[in-house]
């Protein structure tokens, strides 16, 4: 419900800025359709995979494992909103790999920042993501999940921001408090340059990024956004590989 609620208050201040209104007219049915299918595809059917045949898989293959975690809830919090983003890093930076970067390549034919492209992905890229299997995992083997899915919540809510344009005035005191360490939209934003491989590949954190050397900061965000490709809808919807 909490990311239900985040994804239409970031929609509406979204298209409350000025001229992106008319970057909606401009938005091609092609691109509408994408980011539609990837948002319903993220939003409903991977949660509905993780509570049913993930969840099924664990209770088959570790079936003596089950609610054997009894955590504090704030680290099972941790565990959630820290520890698996820190998992992701690596996960997306593996998406970026040569030989996996085929898969990921149609998230960075996004060419403006807005909400709605937030889950734009070949469909079944969600299976070389680490979420689908790690959080079903924990919430298979944790007494209590409640506290970590709040924090799959929140970075949900967090990864829905950064693929705005909405964000902290630069210098306010807002700004500098959650800059060094949380990654901002504009920051993503440099993620999705016309040059994907630039870095910042951490989710919630810029931690990771600054530690591994992969972070790129700048004051302001990229004026061009995107890639492109000679890719169809069909493959950009389901076979990625040209």
Same mark, same amino acid.
């Given at each position: 419900?909490?990311?239900?609620?985040?994804?239409?208050i970031l929609l509406f201040l979204t298209i409350a800025r000025p001229g992106n209104r008319t970057s909606f007219q401009h938005k091609s049915w092609q691109d509408w #359709?994408?980011?539609?299918?990837?948002?319903? =595809?993220?939003?409903?059917? +991977? &949660?509905? #995979?993780?509570?049913?045949?993930?969840?099924? =898989?664990?209770?088959?293959? +570790? &079936?003596?494992l089950r609610d054997i975690l009894v955590l504090p809830p704030m680290i099972a919090f941790l565990l959630s909103f820290v520890f698996v983003d820190y998992l992701y890093y690596w996960n997306h930076r593996l998406l970026h790999s040569r030989f996996f970067w085929r898969l990921h390549q149609v998230h960075h034919t996004v060419t403006q920042r807005d909400v709605l492209g937030t889950s734009r992905n070949t469909l079944w890229t969600s299976f070389f993501i680490i979420y689908l299997w790690v959080h079903a995992l924990f919430i298979y083997l944790l007494f209590d999940p409640k506290w970590y899915v709040l924090g799959i919540s929140l970075t949900s809510i967090l990864d829905l921001w950064r693929h705005s344009a909405i964000e902290p005035k630069q210098g306010s005191f807002f700004d500098r408090a959650i800059s060094?360490?949380?990654?901002?939209?504009?920051?993503h934003a440099w993620h999705h340059s016309p040059n994907p491989q630039t870095g910042n590949y951490g989710a919630n954190f810029k931690l990771w990024d600054k530690l591994h050397r992969t972070n790129c900061t700048y004051d302001t965000a990229p004026t061009h956004l995107g890639i492109d490709t000679q890719l169809t809808l069909i493959q950009k919807l389901f076979f990625p590989i040209k």
């Open positions: 419900m909490l990311v239900f609620i985040a994804f239409w #359709l994408l980011d539609g299918t990837g948002l319903l =595809f993220q939003g409903l059917a +991977i &949660p509905i #995979l993780q509570i049913t045949l993930v969840y099924q =898989f664990y209770s088959v293959l +570790i &079936p003596h060094p360490w949380l990654t901002l939209p504009r920051d």
